[in-house]
């Protein structure tokens, strides 16, 4: 089977790099918020050009603790995109706040500026746009609405470290940003971990004590906080990781060509937008296609693996049926969720393994054509 995500390949390829890193973690006895920690924080602040960045224990968790930090709470809403994993909405409810969902751009698959300014109420608080499969939104217009409106905007970069918007890189462009190290984002580690980046200083000298349970001093807590605290195994793992993420990206990249160029010969598959202002680094590749099933059954019987995201948008989920919204409300992420198909996508996919795809894709397009 060629596999969607060759996990194994990745880790194995830093694998005595990350033994060693872990052994000394291990011998160190600092297991909590230690060195590795303190390090890596300080090499993603740099990496990302940002003031600060601060380990926590997930991506979700990193979305809860900025909403949490920033005051938002019960009554507030905070606009984001029906298109996108279900954590993105669900850190918002978790703070009591309200998700208002917002449709969109056919050309990025992200957040539409242009909805986004519809949504807008006494009650909005923030806007979290989602770098969706590896790409920016277009942040210079939803910060000039934010100015406008006098909001937050909290980048979910999850999906998208490396990734870049005319010359700078998400995690810098908004007010904060959260990232999640989940196994199969580009930048992983083996379990969870997650990331809040900001150029703000009192936004993170206030995620720093709400991550330790509202505690700046051992056994003195100003607030009910969390525990949510990146592990010193993990940093040392991810600090391996981030010497080699350019390089994974730039691979991501050059594989995106050429499945962009055998793509164009078929007529009843389009590629993924990428936009020319902006660095894609590929967390996924996705096809759009009006026969998704067809085709993710033809690459199922050459043995290779595809994935859907998103199959059901979030404003269709019974999770988030009082919300009020239905079938209509969201069309172009409605028929996004109909239509796209992720296609294998690793720096460690082999050619032969991608030719394999392109193969059973260019074949896909001749039997279409003759039905």
Known sequence: ????????????????????????????GKFILGPNVSALEEELAAYLNVGDTIGVANGTDALVLVLDAYGIGPGDEVITTPFTFFATAEAISRT?????????????????????????????????????????ADMDAILSIAERHDLLV????????????????????GHAACFSFFPTKNLGTIGDGGLISTSDAALAARVRMLRQHGSTRKYIHGEIGYNSRLDEIHAAILRVALTRIDGWNLERRRLADRYREAIRAVDSITAAPEKADRTHIYHLFCVETEDRDALQEALAEEQIASGVYYPCPLHLQEAYQSLGYGSGSFPVAERLSKRLLALPMSAFLHEAEQDKVIATLLRYRKEDATS
């Open 1 to 28: 089977m060629i596999e969607l995500v060759p996990l194994v390949r990745q880790f194995q390829s830093i694998k005595s790099e990350i033994l060693q890193a872990v052994a000394e973690a291990v011998d160190s």
């Open 154 to 173: 909290i980048e979910d970069a999850c999906q998208a470290f490396g990734a870049e918007y005319k010359g700078r890189r998400a995690g810098s462009l």
């Open 96 to 136: 009591g706040a309200i998700p208002v969902f917002a449709d969109i751009d056919p050309d990025t698959y992200c957040i539409d500026p242009v909805q986004i300014e519809r949504c807008i109420t006494p009650s909005t608080k923030a806007i979290i746009p989602v770098h969706l499969f590896g790409q920016c």
